[in-house]
């Protein structure tokens, strides 16, 4: 039986047009579900419904391939009042740049507005192919910035997908303007369900120590010890005192795994925080 059959309800950071919408896209057909659409615009509160509302499920993004994690993310996937909600999936999404507007001529924009990572996956194409004095805009997604469009003038340009010009009714004035033809970002599903095992899964945890020598390395070790392979590891002030932080960890396996459980089990109790992030099936770019 598929897991999440009984998905009433999808956030996605929106509005349409937006790479996250993408993603939610892959996961409805990767699952076969076809629950109620939500689209917001911002990343907590896509964590907020999913807290909020019994059976439903949001797409975060997680992980640029430039520009690294995606802060927002997990500083507030650990918050929730739900302690259960967790990643229940990941897909890899390519991301390919176009500069959109109103307009089709490169040499007639004057400023651009996007989310502050697609600005600074396209550093390159913006200092070589756009003014000096760019007026630069800040939105809370690439879809966003295309619906702002409509507030400034016919100079003013966005930087969005494919799908956001079709949307938007925008034309494409540059395509594959990021600097990184590779640049790809890791969108996860999240949600408060039980994950089976597939044999090609990572767990993600949480966890913060004693501010006090060795403590970090006393919980590597444990990883060590059960011989788990670390593919990711990240940290974050873990914002109630200067100088502690919250490590994030990837790692091979599935909490279901007996060693895996082992590992986890003895990880918690040498740590002053623990948050379990998810058991689910790795995907490959």
């Known amino acids: 039986m598929n897991f999440l059959s009984n998905v009433s309800k999808i956030a996605f950071l929106g509005p349409g047009g937006s790479y996250a919408e993408i993603a939610k896209d892959e996961f409805k057909d990767r699952y076969d579900i076809y ?22 499920v949001g797409v975060i993004p997680l992980e640029n391939s430039i520009e690294g994690t995606v802060r927002e993310s997990s500083d507030y996937l650990i918050k929730t009042k739900n302690p259960n909600i967790r990643i229940l999936a990941e897909v890899i999404i390519p991301i390919q740049h176009c500069l959109l507007s109103k307009v089709t001529e490169l040499y007639s924009i004057t400023g651009v507005i996007s989310h502050p990572q697609a600005l600074a996956q396209c550093q390159n194409f913006i200092h070589d192919n756009l003014p000096f004095n760019l007026d630069v805009v800040r939105a809370t997604s690439t879809s966003e910035a295309a619906k ?56 993600t945890i949480a ?29 974050r002030p873990s914002k109630t005192r200067f100088g502690e932080y919250t490590f994030y960890v990837d790692f091979d396996g599935h909490i279901k795994d007996e060693s895996i459980g082992e590992a986890v089990k003895e990880v918690e109790e040498k740590s002053k925080y623990f948050r ?3 058991s689910y099936e790795k995907q490959h770019s």
């Open 276 to 278: 379990f992030l998810g």
């Open 148 to 203: 702002l469009l409509d507030g400034y003038n016919l100079t003013y340009s966005a930087i969005g997908s494919k799908k956001t010009a079709q949307l938007y009714n925008l034309n494409i004035v540059c395509e594959n303007i990021n600097d990184d033809p590779t640049n790809q970002t890791r969108f996860a599903l999240i949600g408060d369900y039980d994950t089976p095992l597939t044999g090609n899964d990572k767990t």
């Open 207 to 235: 966890f913060s120590t004693e501010n006090k020598s060795g403590a970090l390395l006393e919980i590597l070790e444990v990883f060590s010890k059960y011989n788990i392979n670390l593919s990711y590891i990240d940290s």
């Open 35 to 56: 629950p109620y659409e939500e689209p917001l615009n911002m990343i907590r509160r896509v964590i907020d419904y999913v807290d909020d509302n019994y059976g439903a």
